[in-house]
């Protein structure tokens, strides 16, 4: 039996969790005894990688729970209130890279070791590698926290690109050069606080009901016409909730139709969407009467 959204959501959480606990203890290792404060920023970001996929982690747990009495549309808007969470890591350790990396660069310090750009140039692959794992993951189960884990792992490997290059900068220079390695990891915080923006954008989309998926209406529309009794498709309203889709459809029917085959065609309706279109949860489908249609 192929795994639900959510049963997908929670492997590709762990498999975040597991990767970035071990990036974090190699960085932090590489980064102090190869005396490169770019691998230790690096280190820095996994650390919090590791926290912020553990919210998701919850989150994806959470969301998946079934609509209750108290929450009938389900608990889908967990998803976007883990991803506020998970930027504010985020900011919090670009802060971080950001400050240290400006004392590094005003005091001297000596060259790094160049063996830690074997290591970095490991690192760079693992987190690409990663990144398109999970967001796969999080295209297949429409999940806003996925996404951002997914960031999560592309954003470190390119702070992981850029200590390579300011490495490797200090390295062929030499003397005077030592910073190179510094002002890579502060070009890094910067990436991350650009990203932050990427990642959080959407995620405020979901929470205020903003209309940004066009492209499922599109394909709401298309399909409710293939449903006998179907004329034509008016208003259609459609507002994510973790990883499901909530559709307010009016369609037009014969307006001479009683009430009872109008229900019947509704009916029909939402059972075919939610077979072709399992990403649909709650399908609210309203009547209206096609003034003029002359039936067959």
């Known amino acids: 039996m192929a795994d639900t959204h959510e049963e997908k959501a929670i492997k590709a959480t762990y498999f975040s969790i597991f990767g970035n606990m071990a990036l974090a203890i190699t960085k932090w290792l590489a980064g102090f005894f190869g005396n490169s404060y770019a691998l230790i920023a690096d280190a820095i970001e996994s650390t919090t990688d590791i926290f912020s996929s553990l919210l998701v982690l919850l ?3 959470y969301a998946s729970r079934p609509a209750d009495k108290n929450h009938p549309y389900g608990h889908g808007r967990i998803e976007p209130l883990i991803t506020f969470l998970i930027v504010g890591f985020l900011i919090i350790s670009a802060t971080l890279i950001a400050y240290e990396s400006i ?3 005003r005091t001297p310090h000596a060259l790094p070791k160049a063996w ?3 290591v970095l140039g490991l690192i760079i692959l693992w987190k690409e590698a990663s990144y398109q794992i999970v ?6 189960t429409n999940s806003s926290s996925l996404k951002a884990d997914a960031w999560h792992h592309r954003s470190d490997a390119i702070t ?6 300011g490495i490797s900068i200090a390295l062929l220079l ?3 050069y030592e910073s190179a390695d510094d002002w890579a990891a502060l070009f890094a915080a910067g990436f991350i606080l650009y990203n932050c923006y990427l990642i959080v954008r959407p995620a405020l989309g979901e929470i205020m009901d903003e209309n940004l998926y066009d492209d499922i209406i599109d394909t709401i529309r298309e399909k409710s016409l293939q449903i006998e009794g179907v004329i034509d498709t008016e208003k259609c309203f459609v507002r994510k909730a973790g990883m499901k889709y909530h559709v307010d459809l009016h369609i037009e029917v014969d307006a001479d139709m009683s009430v009872r085959e109008s229900h019947k065609v509704a009916h029909n309706l939402k059972d075919y969407l939610q077979i072709e279109m399992p990403e649909l949860d709650q399908i609210l489908i309203h009547v209206e009467p096609h003034e003029g249609y002359v039936g067959r």
């Open 59 to 61: 989150g994806v747990k």
């Open 103 to 105: 004392e590094k660069i």
């Open 116 to 118: 830690t750009l074997i």
């Open 135 to 140: 967001i796969r993951k999080s295209r297949e």
């Open 160 to 165: 992981s690109v850029a200590a390579f290059i």
């Open 174 to 176: 030499g003397k005077g």
